[in-house]
């Protein structure tokens, strides 16, 4: 990552900087090259102008044509060229460097000239611009002679020569400070990280209570307050987990502990009448019931707690279900004389696990039994809209302190122990119902007044969301 880092400070820094040098040298030398060519071309008009004016053409005795000719050879110095004029007949009538004069030029150049085009070549490699003007009679329009002018652009090249020298200078330096400046920027930003890095090796190497920080940048503060927030989940969640493990261990042991003294009682008697192994073997029994039950809703949570891929889902009827679970408790309820009632508003079929919802059902109506003075009532209700249905279990039963109905979910939790207890109650029912409910999507509240009577209401949907 440092070196990618780098690698993309290094090609955003430097790449734009050296293109646009070289693209500004080349515009440098194009615009100069221009110029001088038009600074030239309008010397040479004159030129021409003059010719024509003093008939250069017609006869060499002209009075002025000296004047001429010696502002021709300045031009040509100052350019540091050569100039050639030719008649229509391609005879060099003069020569700035007098070397030619009299002589036939025959060239491509020279050819187009007298025959009325201007010309231009460039010769970058030899530095040297070569320009052929045809010399026109504005009365006649006749070409009467021609301008052929070759010119170094020596200074320009160097010019650019000595920019490019610089620019490359230029380039270098700046290549090491960009550099440098990846190099530093690179090591700030993944400091942070290599902070993180060892942070999550020491929490993984166990040192669980240690909080994360990383400081530097904002972002950074916001995934350490994130990554602290899931720490704290998960402590949370290995808090609970041993939590839930002594206390299971716990409520095992209880039954067992209970088994041990009422045998070890019966052994350290002699002569013991039948009546008493009796009476201490049926309370061995019951231990024996109670741990079975602890053990049975152990498994029924720990099947909650899977995933929702374990969900069996049916289309079944809700109705049919209910009178079901009401049918087998109602010998429950007759033992102490109380009222079970079902009013049911609609025929109500929806998508649910038949075993996990009638588990739920038949908890709230075991318990609202179970936590209801005698000659009680228990009120079951069931409605449903386009989207949900609705189940209300009322009791007019013992009730639940208001300082009690945020934990009565809570796996092993039991207002009064001992009533819990003589009851058969493992702590786990009310857990194992939620659960269930909530891995059918739905929602599950409670309403209570101590000595009056309980009430849950739980709403699922009518068609599974997976
Ligand atoms: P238990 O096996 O002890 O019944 P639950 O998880 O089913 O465990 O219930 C937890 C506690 O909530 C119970 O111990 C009881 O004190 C209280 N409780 C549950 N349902 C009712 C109810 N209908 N009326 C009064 N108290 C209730």
């Known amino acids: 990552m440092k070196l990618q880092l780098i690698t993309v400070c290094i090609l955003i820094g430097i790449l734009p900087i050296f293109a646009m040098s070289q693209l500004l040298l080349k515009t440098y030398e194009r615009r100069a090259t221009d110029q001088k060519i038009s600074e030239l071309a309008h010397n040479i008009t004159i030129i021409s102008n003059l010719l024509l004016s003093n008939g250069f053409f017609a006869s060499a005795e002209s009075p002025d044509i000296n004047g001429i000719l010696s502002e021709i050879a300045q031009v040509a110095d100052i350019y ?67 301008i052929i002018t070759s010119f170094s652009i020596v200074g320009i090249q160097d010019i650019y020569d000595n920019l490019q020298q610089a620019a490359v200078l230029m380039f270098l330096v ?23 890095t060892s942070s999550f090796d020491r929490w993984s190497d166990g040192l669980m209570d240690e909080k994360i920080e990383f400081k530097g940048f904002k972002e950074m503060e916001t995934i350490s307050d994130s990554f602290n927030h899931m720490l704290s989940r998960l402590q949370k969640l290995e808090d609970s987990r041993q939590e839930f493990v002594s206390n299971v261990s716990h409520e095992l042991k209880t039954p067992i502990t209970s088994i041990k003294v009422l045998s070890d009682s019966l052994l350290s008697q002699e002569d013991v009448p039948n009546e008493l192994y009796r009476e201490f073997l049926v309370d061995i029994t019951e231990e024996v019931e109670r741990e079975n039950k602890i053990i049975t809703d152990l498994l029924s949570l720990v099947k909650m707690d899977k995933t929702a891929g374990e969900m069996n889902i049916a289309s079944i ?70 989207k949900f249905f609705y189940l ?14 945020d934990s009565i979910f809570e796996r092993f939790y039991r207002v009064d122990k001992a009533r819990s207890r003589e009851t058969g109650g493992t702590g786990l029912g009310l857990s194992i119902t ?33």
């Open 80 to 146: 540091e060229g050569r100039i050639l004029i030719v008649d229509s007949g391609l005879a060099i009538r003069y020569d700035t460097y007098g070397l030619e004069e009299g002589k036939t030029l025959i060239s491509e150049e020279a050819v187009q000239a007298v025959r009325g085009t201007n010309g231009k070549y460039l010769d970058r490699e030899n530095q040297y611009v070569e320009l052929t003007y045809p010399v026109i009679n504005t009365d006649t329009k006749e070409v009467v002679g021609g």
């Open 174 to 196: 700046l290549a090491i400070l960009v550099c440098t400046c990846a190099i530093l920027y690179g090591n700030f930003y993944l400091k942070p990280l290599k902070q993180m």
């Open 317 to 386: 009827n809700i109705n049919e279900l209910v009178e079901q679970i009401l049918k087998r408790l109602q010998p429950i309820a007759n033992k102490r004389s109380i009222e079970l009632v079902f009013e049911s508003f609609r025929p109500v079929m929806a998508e649910v696990d038949e075993v996990k919802l009638s588990l739920a059902i038949n908890n709230l109506i075991e318990n609202a039994i179970k936590y209801n003075f005698d000659e009680g009532w228990v009120h079951v209700s069931l409605n449903a809209d386009h």
């Open 392 to 405: 209300k279990v009322a009791d007019s039963g013992v009730g639940i302190p208001e300082d009690a109905q």
């Open 434 to 466: 939620r659960n269930a409910i909530l891995m059918h999507r739905g929602a599950i509240k409670v309403y209570s007044k101590e000595q009056e009577g309980t009430t849950f209401t739980v709403r699922i949907p009518l068609t599974y969301i997976a």
